[in-house]
Structure formats: structure tokens, C-alpha cells
């Protein structure tokens, strides 16, 4: 006999990630094509791989072409995506449109590739950031994530030299306080263990750290309730990072996390899927555990590594956090600031 899974736990992360619907739109949209030798990567260049992509994105939407859609996406991008156009199709409904107002594009010097960028644009009325990706001369730039901030949050001041062009930092520069290929691990390990995580002194509390253990905890409590043992795990991924260098030293990195939201009910017998994740699955389940996988994308601000010395030893020999000269002032922490993903696998077992 299947057992019905509290909706709640399941949905509990990414499932408002993506905004409200918007209308659909009355315009034609038209596909605008790539070619090989538009290589060097310029703020000029950027613009009109911003644009190919929005239109072709449009276009997509419009027909229902998950394959053209898929075509213009990479990375996480892929999965979100595809379960985006699969939720759509299995409920026969279409998928939003979106409107794009003028991006702010920042583009590093690079040379070689992968290329990339970043845009921060209104879409539909709401701030996203959104990075590109191009892997070869021959490729096009496609979608490799979107982050939407939280509200009330703005991306910090990105440091664009004279021509205009961003600076990219190496994954693994060590002039922020955490390096950018870094920041999801301490993410991960505060969204499962709470503001006791040790490495909750290195980040600021939020929704996308200590707000996903709160969630969580009640989300176990609700489960238990059901009789349903409820787990939670984030993982840090081999997603590309995007580090770029903002005005103060420091940086905004975007990246990605996995999250898995698991179930599991003592009898055996198969879990009744909720409905929200149902186009999912692919045959029905058939154990008394079921895995919900979802693709989670951020963005986070990490400040510039302080000359002064963070820490002091305490009495016991354990490192606790400098109080700035007896001042009480609290060392500066990485903020989280945006997110957006979309639950995009389920396992059973």
C-alpha cells in the first residue's frame, strides 16, 4: 500500500525559486543565430550573446522545444531546465515567458577557453543574475545558472576597469577571506548542522544557510508526524564557479550546490510521489525510500581577507573570533544573497 510523502519536506528548497508567473506574451519570437568567428570575448560581444540567447530562450518557451532550449544550456542549467519543460508538459499547461530589460554585463579579459560572463538583468520585474558560458571557438554561449537575490538584496559594486571589462578571480585566489572554489562547502555544512557549524563563523546567517537548517528541522518534525524519517544533505558540486572582483577587494562568486531531501517509511511498500514533483518520475517506486535531488544555484559576496588577525586563543587553546581591538566589532562575514534551482531527480530504493 503506497504511503502519500508530506509535500511540504519534499518542496521545501528551490520550489519558489523562480518567481512569479508571468503572462504570456503576444510577440513573435524570433531565433537569432551564432557564428564560429564572433570569438574574442568583449562587452560588445557579450551583448549580443546576451541577446541570441534571450531570443532563442523566447523562442523555445513559445513552442514548447525542449530540445532548443536544452541547446542553449549548460551545466546545472541542463537539468533545470529539462525538469522545467518536463513539469510543463506533464501538466499541460505552457511555459512563462520571460521579459528582459538591459543587462549590466560583466565581462573579464580572458584568453582561451572556457569564456564567460555575467549579466545582472530585470527579468520579468526581478532582479536575476545570470552566467554564460562558452566551452570552444565552434560553441555558442549558453546558460549556465541563475541566481535570484533575496529581497531587499542588491549585488555589490563589481570593479570595471576604463574599457569596461570585469576582473575574474582564480578559484583559488587567496585575497578573500574564503577562496571562491571554496564557499559552497562551509554553505553546505551550515545549511545541514545550524548556526553551531563551525563553519558558521565564516558565514552570515540567512535564508540560504542557517534559514535551509530551520527549514529543515521542521520539516523533520512534520515528516515524523507521518511516520516518515526525513533527511537532508547539501553537497558541494564540479560545477563551474564564477569569481569576479568587487570595488571593495573582495568578490561575488556564483556556484552551485546538490540538495537531497530524503524519505523513508519503516513497512515496506513503495512512497506515493507528491504531485509537485511527479513529472519526475520516470516508472513508479517501488522501496520504502525515496530520494528528491534538487539543483540549487547561488550567489555570494565574499569580502576582501583582512590584514588584521582574525582569531585569538582563547584560555582552553581554541581559536575564537578577534574582538577588533576590545571594540566588539564582529569579523566580516561571506553572505549568500541569492539563489534560484528547481527540484530535478528522484530516486527510489
Known sequence: MATALPLVPLLLLGAGC?????????????????????????????????SAWAANDDLARASGDERLALAWSADSQRAVTASEYREAAFGSTPLPRHSYGRPKLWVPRMEGYPQWFVASVSRGGTAALMAFVKSSPEGRFRLSLVAVPARGLKPPKVKVDSDGYATALSTED?????????VAPPQAAVAEEGPRSYSARALKEGPYTTGYYTANEKAAKR??????????????TSQPVFPLRTEDGGCLVLYSLTHDVGLAQKEEGPLEVPEDVAHLVAEPPVGRELHVFHSLRFAAVVPPKSDK???????????????SGGKGKDPEKVAVIAEDGAATRIESS
Open 174 to 182: 587567496q585575497s578573500v577571506l574564503i577562496a571562491p572554489a571554496l
Open 309 to 323: 588577525p582574525d582569531k585569538k586563543r582563547d584560555s582552553d587553546g581554541s581559536d575564537e573570533p578577534a574582538d
Open 18 to 50: 523562480s518567481g512569479a508567473r508571468e503572462r504570456p506574451r503576444d510577440a513573435r519570437p524570433v531565433a537569432i543565430a551564432t557564428t564560429s568567428t564572433d570569438r574574442p570575448l568583449t562587452p560588445e560581444s557579450a551583448a549580443r550573446a546576451f
Open 223 to 236: 515528516a515524523a508526524k507521518e511516520g516518515l524519517e526525513y533527511t537532508s544533505t547539501f553537497t558541494a
